[in-house]
């Protein structure tokens, strides 16, 4: 079975983004851009599918600028065995990010898609189920275990109350969650290698797939700040101050 | 215009975020509701619907089922919208990819018909959109909508078949068992992180929890660590809170953790080093051992 994963650049995890001072955006020039980190965890199980034996060939592929192939070397590192990049300079929304993966996997027929919940920029949680969605596939969404047998694939989900258990025939999307694992680091023989593995480069608007934008931005702004607070002594001042000044309790 | 919310009852109360999305619904005209397994009657008991649509075949939310069937009845209405839980954020996309529009998630107000504003880049900012599609489907966020009455209201029932789901089976569900409030329900939430150092010293925050009527939280790093199940986790990915009191002990305040709880009204901080981000949200920060701020403050209450 192959396995198609999905991966997103996007600005590091660590580094806090400014609104543009014109409100058209965040500023993201220069900022330090890495593989999401949900789709790092959606990598680390492909390959462990792949080491267990349940798997056979591990794809990664982005849609996203030239510059984005550096992800897709970092996942290759980690253990992937090739690469696609669907080139596009446009920002494109989960519903478009949709069409064009469909058309990969149309193209690469795998057996299981299995990538991040969410990335971390505009925050959509929405890819992985549009996808699923337009294939006619089932999902196994916020994945904190997956088991594969028998031609389906067995996924822990992670729910409000607790934990939900599905079973999903083949071929199926999978979105992994935090618990789902914990990614290892790519050692520097691997990085070596990765830069040898094959990486395809494809135009976008050359998929033949509705790119379309259906959201317009009005206006990015900053969230309203919070003022600064006052450090107290001790936990008797404390309730004196919740009790009297905040009368929150 | 009218439009479907699609509401999540449990132990036969209608949850408290389902009623803020029915809240954020009829800001768009008339509501049905459609409610998946039982509960129709405590859906039909809200001011403000109109008419429920029911599918006890459906008890266990599979998205599957669930987008097919919201799909077969959706040309009758102008918006779809759920409250922006694991249900919610697990049905409504996978909706949108049937219908074939671009959905609007994790709503915090809606400006008109079209326009919305929701958090981006862990909540660093806020971006407003406008949709051109001709279904909007969003999810909204509770702390962002007060809840509707539970009750006052009378809706006829209609009930619908559920489409069957093959590809797709529930197996189980393990739910943990908790007489506290709902986190996200909670007037007050105190949460643990790292600092607490291992799951047994959690116990430590079910004093003041008590005697707060309090939900407790967790930070990601003290889930991950194992102290706590993934639903206590509050952060850009877990819970979103906005309590009365927000009680945040031993736990930084990562960029992903402030996201979860940052609008609560009042922040409190405990915490041994007085630079942590979190004090720089709160209101009333102690730099000190949990260990010892703790049993004090238990006994100050």
Redesign the interface.
């Known amino acids: 079975m192959k396995i198609l994963v999905p991966v997103k650049r996007v600005?590091d995890?660590?580094v806090?983004?400014r609104?543009a001072a014109d409100g058209s955006g965040?500023e993201t020039q220069g900022l330090k851009m890495s593989l999401n980190p949900?789709d790092e965890i959606a990598v680390e199980e492909a390959i462990r599918l792949r080491e267990k034996g349940v798997a056979t060939e591990v794809v990664v592929v982005t849609i996203g600028v030239q510059a984005a192939q550096d992800i897709l070397r970092t996942s290759m590192a980690m253990g992937a065995d090739r690469a696609i990049l669907v080139k596009t300079d446009d920002t494109l929304?989960?519903?478009a990010v949709?069409n064009a993966l469909k058309a990969i996997v149309e193209r690469e027929q795998p057996g299981l898609v299995c990538m991040g919940?969410?990335a971390?920029?505009?925050?959509?949680?929405?890819t992985?189920?549009?996808?699923?969605?337009?294939l006619g596939?089932?999902?196994g969404?916020?994945a904190?275990a997956v088991t594969v047998a028998d031609g389906r694939i067995?996924v822990s989900?992670?729910?409000?109350?607790?934990?939900?258990?599905?079973?999903?025939?083949l071929p199926?999307v999978v979105t992994a969650?935090?618990?789902l694992n914990e990614p290892r680091y790519a050692s520097l023989p691997n990085i070596m290698k990765a830069r040898k593995k094959p990486l395809e480069t494809l135009e976008a608007a050359d998929l033949g797939v509705d790119l379309a934008?259906?959201?317009?931005?009005?206006?990015?702004?900053?969230?309203a700040e919070?003022k600064?607070?006052?450090?107290?002594?001790?936990?008797?001042e404390?309730?004196e101050?919740?009790k009297t000044e905040?009368k929150?309790? | 215009m009218t439009a479907l919310v699609l509401l999540e009852v449990e132990n036969g109360e209608v949850r408290q975020a389902s009623r803020s999305a029915l809240t954020a619904a009829a800001r768009f005209g008339d509501v049905d509701a459609i409610v998946f397994g039982e509960g129709a009657s405590a859906a039909a008991a809200l001011p403000g619907v109109k008419r429920v649509l029911s599918v006890p075949g459906l008890a266990t939310d599979l998205a599957e089922p669930a987008a097919d069937l919201l799909a077969s009845i959706a040309k009758d209405y102008s918006h779809i919208v759920a409250s922006a839980s694991a249900s919610g954020k697990n049905i409504l996309p996978r909706l949108a990819g049937l219908l074939d529009v671009q959905p609007i998630p994790d709503v915090v107000e809606i400006k008109d018909a079209e326009t919305f504003v929701r958090p981006i880049y862990a909540g660093n900012a806020l971006a407003t959109v406008r949709s051109s599609d001709a279904i909007k489907i969003l999810t909204v966020r509770g702390s962002s909508f007060d809840p509707a009455p539970k009750d006052g209201g009378s809706a006829p029932v209609e009930t619908l078949d559920a489409p069957v789901s093959e590809k797709s089976v529930f197996v189980k569900v393990e739910l943990s068992a908790s007489d506290r409030p709902e986190l996200e329900a909670a007037r007050v939430v105190i949460s643990g992180g790292k600092g607490m150092k291992d799951a047994a010293n959690f116990k430590l925050l079910e004093p003041i929890a008590d005697k707060l009527n309090a939900a407790i939280g967790a930070s990601r790093s003290a889930v991950d660590s194992g102290f706590a199940p993934n639903e206590m986790q509050v952060g850009q990915t877990g819970k979103i809170v906005a309590p009365e009191l927000y009680i945040a002990v031993g736990l930084s305040g990562a960029i992903q953790h402030l996201a979860g709880m940052k609008d609560s009204r009042v922040i409190v901080a405990i915490n041994t080093d007085p630079e942590a981000p979190i004090f720089r949200v709160a209101d009333y920060g102690i730099v000190g051992d949990l260990f010892e701020v703790l049993p004090a403050l238990e006994k100050a209450l």
């Open positions: 600005v995890y660590n806090k983004v609104v965040v949900f929304e989960p519903r949709a919940k969410q971390i920029d505009d925050d959509m949680n929405a992985g189920q549009i996808l699923a969605a337009k596939w089932p999902q969404t916020f904190s067995e989900r992670e729910i409000d109350g607790g934990t939900e258990v599905v079973s999903l025939a199926a969650d935090l618990r934008s259906r959201l317009t931005v009005v206006s990015v702004a900053e969230p919070r600064e607070g006052i450090k107290l002594g001790n936990a008797a404390l309730v101050k919740l905040a929150v309790i």
